[in-house]
């Protein structure tokens, strides 16, 4: 069956007030867009189809720090009970990538643990990114792994923003398509703020500190 897309449509928005939100966020917050249960119950979907994709082979996770740290989790979680009766190990790797500053990105992609990379020489590699927006981070990662010589690669993605990219790269496998808006939680940040709340959330820090509110 051919892998459906969740969309999430470019007014949608849940009351903050109706979840439980931690303390500390109070009045940063304008929605909640998608929720922690939805989260888990697409994730865990999105495991099978990349399982069904990409067979029982010998598999490398490459977790994108730090916005995918949570999706990499749960990611890996489903995958492995995916993989229940699969002869081959998966094996998981970390590397930071930084682009944007506030809300913007800054064009200037740097990739820090590039000895991580080197360890997956010859391996199949799922890259697992938590957005992809003008596209130019996973474009400038995935032709490093390629330089570094890995086998073959897949893309993994918490969301992919609907946005014209600077760049197209292979998003194959997605959890949620989101309008063009900037959100924090579940991992992404606000100059390092959110990233441990447990919903993708929009954030209303920008809208107080330009008086638009
Ligand atoms: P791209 O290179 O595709 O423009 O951007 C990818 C990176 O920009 C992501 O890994 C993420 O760190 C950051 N980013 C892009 N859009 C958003 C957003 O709406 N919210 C947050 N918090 N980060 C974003």
Same mark, same amino acid.
């Given at each position: 069956m051919a892998q459906a897309r969740v969309v999430i449509p470019d007014d949608f928005e849940l009351p903050v007030g109706a979840f439980d939100i931690p303390r500390c966020y109070d009045g940063d917050l304008s929605a909640v867009v998608i929720s922690e249960g939805m989260i888990k119950d697409r994730v865990r979907r999105l495991a099978k189809d990349i399982h069904q994709t990409i067979g029982d082979e010998p598999l490398a996770l490459l977790c994108v720090l730090k916005g995918s740290y949570k999706f990499f989790t749960a990611l890996v979680d489903e995958l492995s009970n995916a993989r229940y009766n699969c002869p081959e190990p998966m094996? +998981? =790797?970390?590397?930071? +990538?930084?682009?944007?500053? =506030?809300?913007a990105s800054t064009g200037k992609i740097e990739i820090m643990g590039m000895s991580n990379l080197n360890e997956l020489k010859d391996k199949n590699v799922l890259v697992v990114d938590d957005i992809s927006d003008t596209g130019r981070t996973l474009d400038k990662l995935l032709k490093t792994l390629i330089e570094t010589g890995v086998k073959k690669t897949w893309t993994a993605l918490l969301l992919s923003k609907k946005v014209k990219r600077f760049v197209e790269v292979a998003e194959d496998f997605v959890a949620f398509d989101i309008p063009d808006k900037f959100i924090v939680g579940y991992g992404l940040d606000y100059n390092q703020k959110f990233r441990d709340l447990n919903h993708i959330c929009m954030d209303d820090t920008n809208l107080k500190a330009n008086n638009i509110q």
């Open positions: 094996t +998981v =790797d970390f590397i930071r +990538v930084r682009s944007y500053e =506030d809300q």
